[in-house]
């Protein structure tokens, strides 16, 4: 497997970009391949759980993370388009609170490595989107946590402009913490 990774100003999360072979019929991509996602990335990690999501255009999900059993995720977008979003949620780390975005589609075929410790969300740019992710641990719900997707400390850019009105979020990301009470990773 081909795969480009170009690391993101997160440095542990980086942006993957399969060789896809396409001509007249459609096109070919081997979506994962352990060996060179461990080579392009650095991280040796054991995908234990794939999910995937349906949204409408403008359904914000995020910014989600679990503090315990926390999860690193290989996220990609089959149909659609989403501005995909990653915050670091570590105490310890000099970029701590930053955050970096990238557009996701299945045109565009990349996907983003979002390692444990941070929090992860996306908002829906196309009419529909189908989102895929692989995760490191098990979905463990008693220690889910979000971050407030418009706090200020940490300042994202969402391509709100995109949008027909404010974005549509679920009761429990209307009820996401702000960054000063949000729990963090050591």
């Not at 459609?26 to 461990?38: D, K, L, R, V, Y």
């Amino acid at each position: 497997m081909t795969l480009t990774a170009t690391p993101t100003r997160l440095p542990e999360v980086f942006i993957l970009e399969p060789k896809v072979f396409g001509d007249s019929r459609g096109f070919f991509m081997e979506s994962f391949n352990q060996q060179a996602f461990e080579r392009a990335t650095g991280a040796q990690v054991q995908f234990v759980q794939d999910n995937h999501s349906r949204s409408g255009h403008g359904v914000l999900r995020g910014l989600h993370y679990q503090i315990k059993q926390a999860q690193g995720k290989l996220v990609r977008v089959t149909h659609g388009r989403v501005w995909d979003v990653a915050v670091d949620m570590r105490e310890s780390s000099p970029r701590k609170g930053q955050w970096v975005g990238v557009e996701l589609s299945s045109d565009n075929h990349r996907q983003l490595w979002v390692p444990a410790g941070f929090a992860h969300g996306f908002v829906v740019l196309s009419e529909t989107a189908d989102f895929l992710y692989k995760t490191t641990d098990y979905y463990a719900p008693e220690h889910e946590r979000a971050l407030r997707w418009d706090d200020p400390h940490v300042g994202i850019e969402w391509p709100l402009d995109t949008l027909r009105g404010a974005p549509l979020l679920s009761h429990k990301d209307q009820q996401a913490l702000s960054w000063e009470n949000a729990p963090r990773f050591p």
